[in-house]
């Protein structure tokens, strides 16, 4: 079965910068999309940012573009968010998530069938 598991989250002050991954496995990792998504407390989850399977083309939303870089390595079946410039209002639990189908990436919840635990970010002002 895939597993999806995060790391690299914490405690930073506001300005700060984080490394999240999320290493994958019980799957082939490089002909699938991956994709970022966070959930604050008392907020739904929202999509963060997305990479394709090739790592040619990636997404962001509104309110991380410019700060944070998504990138994956596939011969360590890992993908990454780089978080630059954190504020108070990028904390969350953040979450990685994978498609179903092969060669497919999205913006929506509904377009990932895989689920990491999730990682706590928290930016302190």
């Known amino acids: 079965q895939v597993q999806l598991v995060e790391s690299g989250g914490g405690l930073v002050q506001a300005g700060g910068s984080l490394r999240l991954s999320c290493t994958a496995s019980?799957?082939?990792?490089?002909?699938?999309?991956m994709g970022w998504f966070r959930q604050a407390p008392g907020k739904e989850r929202e999509f963060v940012a997305a990479i394709t399977w090739r790592g040619i083309n990636t997404y962001y939303s509104y309110s991380v573009k410019g700060r944070f870089t998504i990138s994956r390595d596939n011969a360590k079946n890992t993908v990454y968010l780089q978080m630059n410039n954190l504020k108070p209002e990028d904390t969350a639990i953040y979450y990685c998530a994978t498609p179903s189908s092969a060669y497919s990436s999205g913006r929506k919840e509904r377009d990932y069938a895989y689920w990491g635990q999730g990682t706590q970010v928290t930016v302190s002002s």
């Open positions: 019980g799957r082939t990792f490089s002909i699938y999309g």
